[in-house]
């Protein structure tokens, strides 16, 4: 069992910045990739950005210069940095975490709430 605990959400101004945390109960050295997805009300979850246990990232477009996956792998963590937030970028963000086992094993946190308001 992999346990993921967010933080960092909350209320920011259009064009701020913040700083998400995913961490782990496990070495994240165990996991194949850590993502940030992202669930807007009415709307489905979507991908936002992922990182391989080989440093590979992807991001969705509407994100791409704006935000920042990151790993600590000492600390067992993964960061979301947040630029230039939008007021489309408000949701509830959940870390996603894939091992690879036997079998596929995928776990996700309880979600933090970012919300993008003046």
């Known amino acids: 069992q992999v346990q993921l605990v967010e933080s960092g959400g909350g209320l920011v101004q259009p064009g701020g910045s913040l700083r998400l945390s995913c961490a782990a109960s496990?070495?994240?050295?165990?996991?194949?990739?850590i993502s940030w997805y992202r669930q807007a009300p009415g709307k489905e979850r979507e991908l936002v950005a992922a990182?391989?246990?080989?440093?590979?990232?992807n991001y969705a477009d509407s994100v791409k210069g704006r935000f920042t996956i990151s790993r600590d792998n000492a600390k067992n963590r993964v960061y979301l940095q947040m630029n230039s937030l939008k007021p489309d970028d408000t949701a509830v963000y959940y870390c996603?975490?894939?091992?690879?086992?036997?079998?596929?094993?995928?776990?996700w946190g309880k979600g933090t709430l970012v919300t993008v308001s003046s």
């Open positions: 996603n975490a894939v091992r690879l086992r036997i079998v596929t094993e995928t776990y």
């Open positions: 990182i391989t246990s080989g440093d590979s990232t």
């Open positions: 496990v070495s994240i050295f165990s996991i194949a990739a």
